[in-house]
């Protein structure tokens, strides 16, 4: 195989993935309506409820992430939408709330912030809602949501939560069941460590019940045939096995550090590029993290950078130390860089990542 080498991925997605995971994709096809297939999807599903921390079905759907925040907007409730926006991520949510024809009101707050829960409670006290939309881990900022606080809250109104954990599930705790949340997704791409191409979502059992009543479901995206498919340990269409394959191994690993240590790792690390942007500054090189401490995702950091230096320059020059970060992300492009610190990186890894970020802030002064 010949291709060119990115270095090693501490991009906010895709991240980087395990060769042992890589090579299961090249195992052969199998039909997927058959017993070697469900002996598959029931193994998969083990993993993932592990990951969800759910006992309801986890569906596997072979799209980006952004089918299913597509899929639980149409098999909402009807009605009304309330989409907390606070970056670009969220902003997409409210935009496919606004593309599937619904009635979308938005809730803004700052950049690197989350939403402060009293303005959200008078969003929702103001005017009924079918359904609020928001971000747990909003990529764009480093900005962690208390999804636990607003799910509550939402329920208190009759409003059904939808929520986007793409950079949330399998690196910041998630308990799906516990929390009550309605619909919680993300993407292989960035926490779980899988290449990209796969989105995993879980329903509750109230959100069920609304989308068999919600006309217009379409058919690709529709939850109530992923459900009585994955009653039956299918998938609706067929899926891209390959990448079930990946994910086969991938959870099975998963598995085996326990998604709490999983959650721990990604906490130390977290820790680590906070600590390390404090000893920067100690040294001189004006860097923050954008977040606000009450807020910071454990999995991806926003970093603002110094005086003089666009995130861009910051990313060519780790680059050139073997090591793909992530610029800034739509009104923050020039502003800030991003380090992905997740998958199944440790906090030795992301030091030498650190180290290369050091280099070139040093670089540019
Ligand atoms: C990456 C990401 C998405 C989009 O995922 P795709 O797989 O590209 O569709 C959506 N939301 C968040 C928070 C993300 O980080």
Redesign the pocket.
Do not use: I, L
């Given at each position: 195989m010949t291709h060119p080498s990115f270095g090693t991925f501490f991009l906010?997605?895709p991240t980087e993935v395990r060769a042992e995971v890589l090579a299961a994709m090249l195992q052969p096809m199998m039909p997927h309506r058959g017993a070697n297939f469900e002996a598959l999807f029931i193994r998969l599903q083990d993993g993932l409820r592990h990951v969800f921390r759910t006992t309801r079905p986890v569906y596997v759907s072979t799209?980006?992430?952004?089918?299913l925040?597509e899929a639980s907007v149409r098999c909402a409730p009807a009605g009304p939408i309330l989409s907390l926006v606070n970056g670009a991520?969220?902003e997409?949510?409210a935009a496919i709330a606004r593309g599937c024809g619904r009635e979308t009101r938005v809730l803004d707050a700052l950049l690197g912030t989350v939403h402060d829960l009293r303005d959200v409670e008078a969003a929702l006290a103001a005017r009924q809602h079918a359904a609020m939309t928001v971000?747990?881990?909003?990529?764009?900022t480093g900005a962690l949501a208390d999804i636990a606080a607003l799910a509550a809250l939402a329920h208190r109104y009759g409003t059904t939560i939808l929520v986007?954990?793409?950079?949330g599930i399998a690196g910041a705790p998630v308990e799906t069941d516990e929390w009550q949340l309605d619909f919680v997704l993300t993407?292989?791409?960035?926490a779980l460590a899988l290449p990209?191409g796969l989105?995993f979502g879980v329903a509750s059992e109230s959100f069920l019940a609304h989308a068999r009543a919600a006309p217009d479901r379409g058919l690709y995206f529709d939850i109530v045939e992923f459900e009585e498919y994955a009653q039956r340990n299918q998938t609706p269409n067929t899926p891209a096995l390959s990448l079930l394959y990946a994910a086969d191994v991938q959870l099975a690993a998963i598995r085996a550090e326990g998604i709490d240590a999983r959650w721990m790792r990604h906490a130390a690390m977290a820790q680590a590029t906070w600590d390390w942007t404090e000893r920067c500054r100690a040294n001189g090189i004006d860097i923050g993290i954008l977040a606000p401490a009450s807020a910071r995702s454990p999995t991806?950091s926003a970093i603002t950078c110094p005086p003089g230096v666009t995130g861009g320059e910051v990313v060519k020059r780790v680059a050139d130390q073997g090591f793909v970060i992530g610029g800034g992300y739509g009104a923050l492009k020039d502003r800030t860089f991003r380090i992905g610190h997740m998958g199944d990186h440790t906090v030795a890894g992301l030091a030498n990542c650190l180290a290369a970020c050091e280099t070139a802030l040093h670089a540019g002064r």
């Open positions: 906010p997605g799209s980006s992430a952004t089918g925040m991520f969220s997409r949510f971000v747990h881990s909003e990529t764009s986007d954990s793409v950079t993407g292989s791409q960035k990209p989105a991806v």
